[in-house]
């Protein structure tokens, strides 16, 4: 087993990278819910708090990352509530002995309330602000979402790698053969999808609100893609539901941005890519020990069992009409 990439990423040596900055931490520090990266809150001698956050190596190349920092530091410079790293000697990435890390402010918040209409439809503003902005130029170094890094790679690697137990590979590369032939249908169905940078990753866990109302946090994910990747992971429940929440955000949006209905057919389509990204992305860092720890479900027999048949139900959901927008 190749050594983990972190194994080297001590506490003493966190606090000596911000120290490096010419922040003077008081030795106080506490992990952050992160598993991709690792990000610490650390407390400086005046009291404040400070956000590091140490990228995982070989992930991102460093114009990619510099990317994410662009777009967070346009968003901000436009008044909008996306917390962007801090520039420390004219740079926002740093390095301090193998690590890349950047520091943040720190923005606290709770999460927000997905069952009151008023908060979607802010919501809704909020990222047809962003998109607004991600539709004036695309990211050059980050990949898109698309059917072949979202849903073929990922797919073959887990199969290749012996992730997918002997008596079930068939089963497994036949049902992601028959949902991959759907996603491309529902995209083939959508046209021209104009894509814009997003967020990429917009759950509630990336969505902290205050009294102000909410800001995003977390871009490391962010890609070229389409508007409603950004909007179908606010939604739950029945058809029904999910219909009433879209019409709020979607309603919401469009006081700033333009959205496209023929994207509804991909809701269920990016759903499908996600399941199967995910996957693979579980396996592509099994060597790391803080999966294995905080993942013990995956890789075992009971879990591809769940996801050939969370499969086949998507399959299901992608043959039939898309969502509609409701008042």
């Known amino acids: 087993m190749p050594n983990p990439p972190y194994q080297n990423l001590t506490p003493d040596l966190i606090l000596d990278a911000v120290d490096s900055l010419g922040y003077r931490c008081d030795g106080r520090m506490l992990a952050l819910n992160s598993y991709e990266n690792r990000v610490y809150q650390v407390w400086l001698e005046d009291g404040r708090p400070l956000i590091a956050k140490f990228y995982r190596p070989q992930r991102w190349e460093d114009r990619a990352i510099l990317e994410e920092h662009a777009f967070a530091g346009e968003l901000a410079g ?7 790293p801090l520039t420390v000697n004219d740079i926002t990435l740093h390095r301090h002995k193998e690590f890349r890390f950047a520091l943040f402010p720190h923005q606290p918040g709770r999460a927000p309330e997905l ?12 990222l047809g602000r962003i998109h ?18 979202f849903g073929r790679e990922p797919a073959q690697y887990v199969i ?13 590369r036949t049902t992601v053969h028959d949902a991959l032939q759907r996603v491309e249908s529902c995209y083939q169905r959508t046209g021209v999808v104009r894509r814009v940078r997003l967020h990429g990753d917009c759950h509630a ?14 871009l490391d994910d962010c890609r070229n893609g389409p508007a409603v990747q950004d909007i179908w ?8 539901d999910m219909s009433a929440q879209l019409g709020r955000v979607v ?15 991909l809701i269920e389509a990016l759903r499908t890519l996600r399941m199967i990204h995910y996957a693979g992305w579980l396996a592509r860092r099994w060597d790391d020990p803080a ?11 009971r879990y591809w069992q769940d996801q050939i048949l969370a499969l086949r139900e998507q399959c299901a959901a992608m043959d039939e009409p898309p969502l509609e927008l409701l008042d």
Request: charged share 20%; aromatic share 14%.
């Open 78 to 84: 436009r008044e909008m509530p996306v917390v962007a």
């Open 115 to 126: 069952e009151r209409s008023d908060t979607l439809s802010w919501i809704g503003r909020f």
């Open 132 to 149: 607004a902005v991600g539709a004036l130029t695309p990211f050059l170094h980050r990949q898109d979402i698309d059917v072949e890094s």
């Open 160 to 172: 290749e790698h012996g992730f997918v137990p002997a008596d079930l590979e068939a089963a497994y």
């Open 205 to 218: 866990g990336n969505i902290l609100w205050t009294d102000g109302g909410p800001h995003f946090v977390d």
């Open 233 to 240: 992971m606010l939604l739950s429940g029945d058809r029904a």
């Open 251 to 265: 309603a919401g949006y469009r006081e700033f941005h333009d959205f496209s209905t023929a994207e509804l057919a």
């Open 291 to 301: 999966f294995p720890a905080s993942f013990p479900w995956f890789n075992t027999q």
